[in-house]
């Protein structure tokens, strides 16, 4: 299930900066060959970087991708590395939350006030808004779960499995994944003919 939301959100991910390299490629040829703008790459731009930005929130959660300051972490007893582990996500939840229902006042303004970019498009804000929302909560819910899940392997006493799972990736871990990317890309190559 992890696996199958993370390929989805990765896709989803890249298919919106793919469309704005189209769109910023279209909008640049266009206004050297021809010398017509499309006037709204640039808004585009920020809305894919808003709503970019908040899949990759979740996708570097799934993926313990967030940075986290470990310098002492291996060396404390497995018990504080378990509970800086279930502090560090239960955090990053309570921040998900938080983040998520400042969002809700701002989708209620803009939706009040029926706001719209200052562009040549004029765009009605609460659509970019409402995308951008979504992924904002999607983050939470995933932040949330995943500290749902911490708390329950703490209350239980299984410190090695809260560990295994929640422990910020080593400099071994991140190798490790690099030479089996390779690897695979490699066989890949290998395989064509």
Not at 95 to 102: D, E, L, P, R, T
């Amino acid at each position: 299930m992890k696996a199958h939301i993370e390929n989805v959100l990765a896709w989803v991910f890249g298919t919106i900066f793919l469309a704005l390299a189209a769109v910023v490629t279209v909008e640049t040829i266009s206004r050297k060959v021809f010398n017509i703008s499309l006037q709204g790459a640039d808004e585009l731009g920020g809305y894919a970087l808003a709503v970019g930005s908040t899949i990759a929130f979740s996708l570097a959660l799934m993926g313990r991708n967030h940075i986290r300051v470990d310098v002492f972490h291996e060396m404390m007893p497995r018990r504080a590395q378990a509970f800086l582990n279930w502090f560090s996500i239960v955090s990053i939840a309570a921040f998900g939350i938080f983040v998520a229902w400042v969002a809700t006042k701002v989708i209620a303004d803009t939706q009040a006030y029926g706001s719209t970019a200052q562009t040549p498009w004029a765009t009605p804000l609460i659509w970019p808004q409402s995308v951008w929302y979504a992924g904002l909560v999607i983050f939470a819910l995933v932040a949330t779960g995943y500290a749902l899940r911490a708390t329950g392997l703490l209350a239980t006493r299984r410190v090695d499995t809260l560990n295994h799972d929640f422990h910020p990736k080593s400099a071994k871990e991140e190798l490790k994944e690099e030479l089996d990317d390779l690897a695979q890309r490699q066989a890949a190559e290998g395989a064509k003919p």
